[in-house]
């Protein structure tokens, strides 16, 4: 194999494993640009779909729907089944980015774990044991941390980024009914509350 298979191979197999950020891998996002078509070829095979922002500098795979009259093929991208608090962590994650978007300024949005904490408490049912909700939430954000939309800074271990990955996630749609789903939080909340009372 040629180096340049081997590093079109490697590049495939990293979108394959997840997203590919420009700014880690700066070398498979070059290969990427080179080869987008031939990408775009082998993965339509699969029954995927590549999702290239190249001005947030990110790419991953995404199932595609089948058109009218082609076999639906297997899932190869599972979905994930996110509970209820980690949702809500990821709604005002990206309603936050929105926010921070708007201000201008650093493009990236930087956030202490404190900060996170603050998002989510208005939607945490209230006189719970504030030891154990901290602890869930640091629990749920350690898992949106896994999912790839917060990355721990380097060094600073109660700070975090949020990935603009999550704007192809939580798309425009799924915010314009934001404020039906926090009502909705809101009586998730205030229901667990009465359940406990």
């Known amino acids: 194999m040629s180096e340049e298979e081997g590093a079109f191979s490697a590049m495939l197999i990293t979108l394959f494993k997840g997203v590919?950020?420009?700014?880690?891998?700066?070398?498979?996002?070059?290969?990427?640009?080179?080869?987008?078509?031939?990408?775009?070829?082998?993965?339509?095979?699969?029954?995927?779909?590549?999702?290239?922002?190249?001005?947030?500098?990110?790419?991953?795979?995404?199932?595609?729907?089948?058109?009218?009259?082609?076999?639906?093929?297997?899932?190869?991208?599972?979905?994930?089944?996110?509970?209820?608090?980690?949702?809500?962590?990821?709604?005002?994650?990206?309603?936050?980015?929105?926010?921070?978007?708007?201000?201008?300024?650093?493009?990236?949005?930087?956030?202490s774990r404190e900060q996170i904490v603050e998002l989510i408490r208005v939607f945490l049912p209230a006189g719970a044991n504030e030891a154990k909700l901290v602890d869930r939430v640091h629990a749920d954000i350690n898992k949106v941390v896994e999912l790839g939309f917060l990355r721990r800074l380097r060094g600073q271990d109660n700070h975090y980024e949020v990935r603009r990955i999550i704007k192809g996630y939580v798309d425009a749609q799924w915010l314009a009914e934001f404020d039906q789903r926090l009502a909705d939080y809101r009586e998730h909340a205030d229901s667990a509350t009465g359940a406990e009372g």
């Open 20 to 111: 590919l950020y420009k700014d880690q891998n700066p070398r498979y996002w070059q290969v990427l640009h080179d080869h987008q078509a031939r990408v775009r070829d082998h993965v339509a095979v699969l029954g995927l779909e590549l999702l290239l922002d190249e001005a947030e500098g990110h790419a991953c795979l995404r199932q595609r729907a089948p058109a009218e009259g082609e076999p639906e093929l297997p899932r190869l991208v599972p979905r994930r089944q996110l509970s209820y608090p980690v949702s809500l962590l990821l709604a005002l994650l990206r309603k936050k980015l929105v926010e921070h978007d708007a201000g201008g300024g650093d493009p990236r949005l930087i956030l």
